[in-house]
């Protein structure tokens, strides 16, 4: 099955801070999601982006199906992105979603 | 405005028993699913609904049963076959299987 890889698995930064968070897949994908998982467990699901490009705020994601993986940019870092970042990816021929181990972000004020 | 609804936020289970997670979106939603997340670890699929009437098993369906007699309720009976229950259970949606997830705020479920 796919395989999921999140680097790096813990990241610590100050506030005001930029972060890169990467996501690899083993196999081609058609669905891929980025979530957030605040410290009260609440997932959020940031982008949808099987491929290109989006931004919604200091957030942007960028996925390069051909070359199987997939970024996270966090521009201006707040405390309030503290938590963990999930990618998870999924195929047509495949319901379920495959999650990574997720990047735990600390952002110090 | 739109989302799905978890309840109870913290449910406690004695040994023996069965209970029941209810989940509740009006997003107008064909898939829901139902996830389990263990301390510091990610989500594992329990079950899956693609449309009403019919569910999948997902990776540790053992233990839980599901129903889906409407489009908008997915309700999770945790049973007494489960071992070990106490984790946090996560309920999601999504308008099909190529579409973002919308996810409830979770039960934190403890046996006693």
């Known amino acids: 099955g796919i395989q999921v890889e999140q680097s790096p698995p813990d990241l610590i930064l100050q506030e005001g801070a930029n972060s890169t968070l990467r996501c690899n897949f083993s196999d081609s994908v058609n669905n891929l999601q980025w979530f957030h998982q605040n410290p009260w467990g609440q997932l959020i699901n940031l982008f949808y982006?099987?491929?290109?490009?989006k931004q919604n705020g200091r957030l942007s994601a960028t996925t390069v199906a051909t070359e199987r993986y997939s970024l996270l940019y966090i521009s201006s870092s707040q405390t309030t992105d503290s938590g963990v970042y999930f990618c998870a990816v999924g195929m047509d021929s495949n319901y379920q979603l495959i999650w990574g181990a997720g990047t735990k972000l600390i952002i110090k004020p | 405005d739109g989302g799905i609804t978890q309840s109870p936020k913290y449910l406690f289970r004695k040994e023996g028993q069965n209970v029941t997670l209810s989940c509740e979106q009006n997003l107008n939603h064909d898939a829901m699913y139902w996830y389990r997340q263990d301390p510091g670890q990610g989500l594992r699929l329990i079950y899956y609904s693609q449309i009403v009437n019919d569910f999948q098993k997902g990776d540790i369906a053992e233990g839980y049963s599901v129903s889906r007699e409407k489009k908008e309720s997915f309700p999770l009976t945790v049973t007494s076959a489960q071992k070990n229950p106490t984790a946090f259970y996560l309920c999601?949606?999504?308008?099909?299987?190529?579409?973002?997830?919308?996810f409830g705020s979770g039960t934190r479920l403890t046996v006693v």
């Open positions: 982006i099987p491929s290109g490009t």
């Open positions: 999601a949606s999504s308008i099909s299987q190529n579409y973002g997830y919308t």
